[in-house]
């Protein structure tokens, strides 16, 4: 059965953008009964004949404890308001649970995210100083909460990508000594993957950023037993195109060209304004067609532009060209007008659940099973991962039904 006393901590890296406000305002609006459950992949769901929570041990969504970093020292109303995802109502039933909450500073470092800056910095220069004070936040959280599991999930802005081939990045030894040579090769993001797995925290990456899938974090959480998964969440445009694309495979039909375009106005899109930051982005973007049809797509064409007006309603075109059968072109279009922030923060949410699920069952190193959510996902091996949504859905299932036969 379910452990109802069971708490559940969630470290965020920028805990005041939008995606972490809405997922904190989401979480306290379904505590008093003011929101539903839409949006959120596993809830209702069953597995073994029960719900999910019981038959797994699954954690349920009132047992997740939020806290964490941001570069901007807002509480995360002020933050919530300015980010605009909240309707009125909403912003007022959950408005003193955000009002509660204050980022703590946070390990920056602006010459990998150049256009998303602050104040609230931790006043540790060096990467091994920035090391100790986020595992000093992770175990003070840890205690002063009470906390049975904890998960640091990223959720901070697109950094620009270092070169993956830096010595610093290839075993952990040669990590630990760039930590010591404060070595800029090891980006933000590495240095909070590297926090949680010392503290033993599970570590999950939302964001584009390359962080624990470098090869000497990868072997830091294999030897460590914990689970980490990522990366870049699978929300609105890359989703549907591993839907589409298998489909389009199955009826053998020749995709000759995917021109895709976002546009996008909030903390995320100014982020990829600037171009190292976009090319992080688009590296993740771009990589599923291939994969699935199982040939190269010549014409994939990826843009994203930062359209401040828009704020977090983001659009996504797709125009795709078609060879059927006798040789004939045809065209199919997409015009995807979504909420960025709702979209992806249910799923931070369940990623959150689920990378503390392994934890329970002793399961660390890279998550295979939580691909389902990324663009671009883990393995442990660094082979071609699978992108099919359908397929990627069903090995989720199939691990979260092996655990509920072994309970």
Request: aromatic letters at 6%; proline letters at 5%; hydrophobic letters at 45%.
């Amino acid at each position: 059965m379910q452990q109802e006393s069971r708490r559940v901590g969630v470290a965020v890296v920028g805990l005041g953008g939008a995606v972490a406000t809405t997922a904190v305002a989401g979480l306290e609006l379904l505590r008093i009964g003011a929101a539903g459950t839409d949006g959120l992949p596993l809830a209702g769901l069953q597995v073994a004949g029960a719900p999910v929570e019981e038959t797994t041990g699954l954690v349920g969504y009132d047992s997740l404890v939020v806290r964490g970093w941001d570069l901007d020292g807002s509480d995360l109303r002020k933050a919530a308001e300015q980010h605009a995802v909240l309707d009125s109502r909403q912003l007022e039933e959950a408005g003193p649970a955000l009002s509660a909450l204050t980022p703590w500073p946070a390990a920056g470092d602006a010459d990998f995210c150049r256009n998303v800056t602050g104040g609230n910095v931790v006043l540790a220069e060096t990467r091994r100083a920035q090391v100790d004070a986020v595992r000093a936040d992770l175990r003070r959280f840890r205690e002063e909460e009470s906390l049975d599991g904890l998960v640091l999930v990223n959720l901070a802005s697109t950094e620009r990508w270092p070169d993956p081939t830096a010595p610093s990045l290839q075993s952990l030894e040669a990590f630990e000594a760039g930590l010591d040579a404060d070595d800029r090769a090891i980006t933000p993001a590495m240095v909070y993957a590297y926090a949680a797995i010392a503290e033993g925290a599970g570590y999950v990456n939302f964001t584009p950023s390359l962080a624990a899938d470098v090869p000497a974090l990868v072997a830091f959480a294999e030897q460590r037993g914990v689970p980490v998964a990522g990366k870049d969440g699978k929300t609105g445009q890359t989703m549907m195109k591993t839907v589409l694309a298998p489909a389009f495979r199955a009826r053998a039909l020749t995709v000759e060209g995917w021109y895709s375009t976002n546009i996008l106005g909030n903390r995320d899109g100014l982020a990829l304004d600037d171009p190292d930051s976009l090319n992080s982005k688009l590296q993740t973007k771009g990589s599923v067609l291939d994969s699935i049809l199982g040939y190269p797509v010549e014409d994939h064409v990826v843009r994203i532009d930062y359209y401040r007006p828009r704020g977090d309603q983001k659009e996504a075109w797709d125009a795709i060209d078609l060879v059927g059968f006798l040789g004939q072109r045809m065209q199919v279009k997409v015009d995807f007008q979504c909420r960025d922030s709702i979209l992806a923060a249910p799923l931070a949410v369940e990623l959150a659940r689920l990378t503390d699920l392994a934890q329970q069952r002793g399961e660390g190193g890279v998550q295979r099973q939580l691909g389902w959510f990324f663009k671009a996902p883990m393995t442990a091996d660094g082979s071609v991962p699978e992108h099919a949504f359908h397929n990627q859905e069903t090995v989720l299932l199939d691990w979260l039904a092996a655990g509920a036969s072994s309970r």
